[in-house]
């Protein structure tokens, strides 16, 4: 299974942006980048995903590498209820999805 | 939109004893998958199933099993517990899996093995 690398942990402070980035060296052409979050005592909650073009939605940006070994998740405006664990992850369509141990976000006030 | 259901939310076994845990996933969803997630080892997948078959399998002992139902619910079932399996388990349902589906989770079942 394609497996992606994420820093342990971030810390940005409230309403500016955040990066979060994440390696898959690994990926197949095939292989969608998936972004998902965890909130505390919550199940993960998806966040966006992309295949070769930026993308963005209503809740955050998704800027993926020319040779699409890399990406990074982009929070606009970081807010309080955006401190979560957050998941990159490829998604073959096998379904056995590898999401590690993220990274853990903390917004400071 | 009633969203992925996951019962019971907490339990406490012992060594040796089974448990049953259930996910009734999004109406009209017909894959679900299972993880487990402990602090170690975060999220690991252990299977998913669509329309009633079982489509893939992660890396995990015999001992895991699970089995989905024509409503499309989903139970998965752990016999002889060890104290490691102690862990949130979450369901997840997508309309029918592939690349591009968005997965719901569940809240999870916490099991406590004693």
């Known amino acids: 299974d394609a497996k992606t690398t994420q820093p342990n942990s971030m810390e940005s402070n409230e309403e500016e942006p955040v990066h979060l980035p994440c390696n898959h060296s690994?990926?197949?052409?095939?292989?969608?980048i998936h972004w998902y979050r965890q909130l505390p005592s919550q199940g993960p909650e998806y966040v966006i995903h992309g295949l070769t073009s930026n993308v963005n939605n209503r809740m955050a940006s998704l800027a993926i590498a020319e040779d699409r070994k890399s990406s990074t998740l982009i929070l606009h405006r970081a807010t309080l209820r955006d401190a979560a664990v957050y998941y990159c992850?490829?998604?073959?369509?096998?379904?056995?999805?590898?999401f590690g141990t993220g990274t853990r976000l903390t917004v400071i006030p | 939109k009633a969203g992925v259901t996951q019962t019971p939310r907490y339990l406490i076994k012992t060594r040796g004893q089974q448990v049953t845990l259930s996910c009734s996933p999004i109406?009209?969803?017909?894959?679900v998958s299972w993880y487990q997630q402990t602090p170690g080892q975060g999220l690991q997948f252990l299977f998913e199933?669509?329309?009633?078959?079982?489509?893939n399998k992660g890396n995990f002992p015999g001992r895991f099993s699970g089995r989905q139902f024509s409503n499309s619910r989903s139970e998965m079932n752990v016999s002889t517990l060890e104290l490691g399996d102690s862990a949130l388990y979450l369901c997840?349902?997508?309309?029918?899996?592939?690349?591009?589906?968005?997965?719901?989770f569940g809240e999870g079942s916490r099991l406590t093995v004693l």
């Open positions: 199933y669509f329309s009633e078959t079982q489509r």
């Open positions: 690994t990926i197949s052409g095939t292989d969608y």
């Open positions: 997840a349902s997508s309309l029918a899996g592939g690349p591009t589906g968005e997965l719901f």
């Open positions: 992850i490829l998604n073959s369509g096998a379904n056995n999805l590898f």
């Open positions: 109406s009209g969803h017909r894959s």
